[in-house]
């Protein structure tokens, strides 16, 4: 079964803790990309990368990093540096970065700092 | 320049009516427009998409419309259904290109039945 894996699908930390997000994906895509999602907002990229250990900012990258060492595996950190951390998290993938259009969802996770 | 904006926020419609989505663009480098549907608790999936060079495509009971001289799109489901009730997001992007899909805010419909 192909697909995008995220976990956990919910995820509780303190205030000042650094927290890692999962995102496996076994469709053999070259590009993945982190999203997050905010009530009653669209979806605003984070950081995406078109090949293995490279990756780039997307629009809201402070207080996130993220590695890129596996084709499959592109783990976003959150670090106690993010100011408003709790949303939902989306990680994605496309076979391409020509074709960057067709991205494919991972069923996202829910991260709450209390 | 950078920004897709949509409307209505939420939608509410009856059980085999039309739901109707509009999408503006501002950024006329933008050549693919896709729409993501997304239900509660899930990520989004890409649903239909459309390119510049035609005013129309239609796949089942979702249609897409597209104004190049305005630069807008919009979404029309057709005999719509309980199973419809998501939230949907417009998107543009540069089709050629690694950069990153620009998406609208969402929208929520329900289908009453």
């Known amino acids: ?114 | 320049q950078q920004q897709v904006k949509q409307s209505p926020q939420s939608l509410i419609v009856q059980k085999g009516g039309i739901s109707i989505i509009n999408c503006a663009y501002e950024n006329t480098a933008f050549d693919y427009f896709p729409w993501y549907q997304q239900f509660p608790g899930k990520g989004p999936a890409l649903l239909i998409a459309i390119r510049p060079d035609v005013s129309e495509k239609k796949e089942g009971r979702f249609t897409i419309s597209f104004n190049k001289s305005a630069k807008q799109f919009s979404l029309h489901i057709m005999d719509s259904q309980p199973g419809d009730s998501a939230t949907y997001f417009c998107a543009a992007c540069r089709y050629s290109s690694a950069s990153k899909i620009i998406f609208g805010s969402g929208t929520r419909l329900s289908i009453r039945p």
Not at chain 1, 73 to 86: E, G, I, R, W
Not at chain 1, 93 to 108: A, D, H, K, L, T
Request: charged content about 20%.
């Open chain 1, 1 to 114: 079964d192909g697909g995008i894996t995220q976990s956990p699908k919910y995820l509780f930390r303190k205030e000042g803790q650094n927290v890692t997000l999962s995102c496996e994906q076994n469709l053999n895509h070259d590009a993945m990309y982190w999203y997050r999602q905010d009530p009653g907002q669209g979806l605003r990229l984070i950081y995406y990368s078109q090949i293995v250990n490279d990756f780039q900012k997307g629009d809201i990258a402070e207080g996130y990093s993220v590695s890129r060492e596996k084709k499959e595996s592109f783990p976003l950190t959150v670090t106690s540096a993010q100011k408003n951390p709790t949303a939902f998290y989306l990680c994605a993938s496309s076979s391409s970065p020509v074709s960057s259009y067709e991205q494919y969802f991972g069923p996202g996770t829910r991260l709450t700092v209390t």
